[in-house]
């Protein structure tokens, strides 16, 4: 049992802009933060990972840096964020900053630079090529629409932006960017952070000659995972993650678990672990997220026992069923209408008791939901609005857009934190700028800190459970009943401590047959969304709707 105080973490995710505003400007921010710091405390979370707060113009609502050691004003300044840091640390818990160094902004002194002329000293900085044939260098598109390049008149020649037009990319072939970044990350952490989330950071390394797409797809064969992405991670925790005892998850786009040991292997020359993306994939279809497809849960299984057991021994998990990227969960996997109680419970459930560092993205631990606005003037997110513009000139029709937006669309997880009942959710004194869900009146953090019953409760159980059992933490993850089309059920286990979990992914009622082979003494309910009757059969379970159990067996 290799032990690591990241293993034994739960990470909560605050996506500032959403969380808490405290000035009435409508923007969340860092007083705002520091003012339910002691909210977070009575969840029980250990560490807290905040999106990008630094200076930016705000295209990407931050993942474009135009100042990496500033503050965006917007959020305060930086006595507001050591204010910040000081606080999480008083109270045991701990911080990890978001780094975006695939790309930065366009405002950025060195694009800036850059974009001068080509022999400008910071030419090199970004990725510039001369067109071919009076077009794009090559076939690559962005991830937010249309091609990865962007024409520019001053020196006639094209930079690539994988992501929005606004965020060039970084050339990390050229070592003086490699420097300015570990430069950049050791002045942060010598302020005292506890480690890094890194932003698509498996597309860093570019195939040299940058060659169009094999496919015609225009996809990332030639960037993701790229020749260099270990080397230069390697070099990055040799120069700067080796010095200090922190905690590094690597966001990693299209990764199988092999990869993903090779990025966040226990001989730890990398990174802790990585987010990887399959299961985020499970409802979209051939031309990507917004093909809304139904998942299933065999295939849920399938991916989720996959990574539990490919990684078991040689790497460490992220378990994260949404994030402010993807839908929120409770829509997405269980029931947000009539079962919303018990279906967020079994979630939780799920995401606390599997083997990988949880993380919880804020408003799920009060089970807060997907939105529905009724036009595309009310989002504001950039995938969002770029995927619109583009859809309509391709001759879909309107309804079938907001229905893919509704379902998968990045502004559903960032609808402002519903704190309490009052006006816009008690987030802020004006006007949000992204506005409220209007479920908020039954739905807020108010309501769920007074009823005991309340997910928020349920959740702060689930984390208690986790530091007082080490199997929950360490122990061996095994599936049973497999082709169950309803019920998802396993165990973990550490030496001769077993933990079994059974959940009913729906709304219908489902029977339970335990394996022959589970033998034990003791059996304990650790928890469960339902009162469960003693003297019940083990061996033959009646589950009622999303019904979630955890049993300590001996
Ligand atoms: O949001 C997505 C789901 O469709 C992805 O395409 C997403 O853009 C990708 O996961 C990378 O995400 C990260 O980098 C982006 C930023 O917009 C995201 O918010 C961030 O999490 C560019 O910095
Ligand atoms: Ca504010």
Redesign the pocket.
């Known amino acids: 049992m290799d032990k690591k105080w990241w293993k034994e973490s739960v990470v909560y995710q605050i996506y500032p802009r959403s969380f808490m505003d405290s000035n009435g400007d409508g923007i969340g921010d860092l007083q705002g933060i520091i003012s339910k710091l002691d909210y977070l405390k009575t969840l029980g979370v250990d560490v807290v990972w905040l999106c990008p707060v630094y200076e930016s113009p705000n295209d ?1 609502n931050g ?1 474009d840096i135009s100042n990496y050691r500033g503050i965006m004003h917007e959020f305060g300044t930086m006595a507001d964020w050591e204010e910040l840091l000081a606080g999480l640390h008083e109270r045991g818990m701990k911080l990890i900053m978001d780094l ?1 160094v695939n ?1 930065s902004s366009d405002e950025h002194a060195w694009f800036v630079e850059s974009r001068k002329s080509k022999d400008n000293e910071y030419r090199d900085y970004y990725i510039w090529r001369p067109g071919k044939d009076g077009k794009e260098p090559n076939d690559w598109g962005s ?1 937010f629409s249309g091609p990865a390049w962007k024409y520019d008149e001053q020196t006639g020649e094209y930079y690539l932006h994988l ?1 929005s037009t606004k ?1 060039p990319d970084l050339n990390w072939e050229n070592p003086k960017v490699r420097q300015e970044v570990y430069d950049m990350m050791t002045w942060w952490l010598d302020k005292g952070i506890d480690g890094f989330r890194m ?2 950071i498996n597309v860093i390394s570019k195939v040299p000659g940058l060659p169009d797409s094999s496919d015609g797809s225009g996809c990332g064969e030639h960037y993701i995972n790229g020749p260099r992405v270990h080397e230069f991670l390697q070099e990055m925790n040799r120069e700067v993650l080796s010095k200090y005892d922190i905690m590094t998850v690597g ?1 990693t ?1 299209d990764v199988t678990p092999e990869d993903a040991a090779l990025f966040a292997g226990s001989d730890g020359n990398e990174l802790n672990m990585v987010f990887q993306f399959e299961l985020m994939g499970i409802d979209s279809g051939p031309t990507g ?1 917004w093909e809304v497809t139904p998942w299933k849960l065999t295939k849920f299984k399938e991916i989720v026992s996959k990574w539990q057991t490919e990684l078991q021994g040689k790497a460490w998990n992220s378990i994260y069923l949404n994030n ?3 839908p929120r969960q409770l829509s997405r996997f269980g029931h947000d209408g009539e079962h919303h109680n018990v279906s967020a419970k079994m979630l939780g459930t799920l995401l606390h008791t599997l083997q990988g560092t949880p993380y919880i993205y804020q408003g799920e631990e009060i089970g807060m939901t997907n939105v529905r606005f009724k036009t595309i003037e009310e989002y504001k997110d950039i ?1 969002t609005l770029n995927m619109y513009k583009d859809y309509q000139k391709r001759g879909h029709d309107d309804s079938e857009i907001m229905e893919s937006i509704y379902t998968k669309g ?1 502004d559903n997880a960032r609808t402002p934190m519903q704190w309490n009942g009052e006006v816009q959710a008690g987030f802020t004194t004006g006007t949000p700028w992204l506005a409220v869900n209007p479920n908020y009146k039954e739905i807020n953090a108010e309501n769920a800190l007074k009823n005991p019953n309340s997910v928020f409760h349920y959740y702060k159980k689930l984390i208690e459970l986790r530091k007082k059992h080490d199997v929950i933490v360490y122990g061996d993850y095994a599936i049973i009943n497999e082709s169950n089309e309803q019920i998802y059920a396993y165990t973990r286990t550490l030496g001769d401590v077993q933990l079994l979990v059974i959940l009913n992914f729906y709304e219908q009622p489902a029977e339970f047959k335990l394996d022959e082979q589970i033998r034990f003494q003791n059996k304990e309910l650790l928890i469960a969304n339902y009162d469960v009757p003693v003297e019940e059969d083990f061996h033959q379970i009646s589950l009622r709707p999303y019904e979630a159990r955890v049993y300590k067996l001996q």
């Open positions: 990407d993942y975006v790309h991830f992501f965020q932003d698509v966001e786009v997220k402010h990227d993807q995938e990045r």
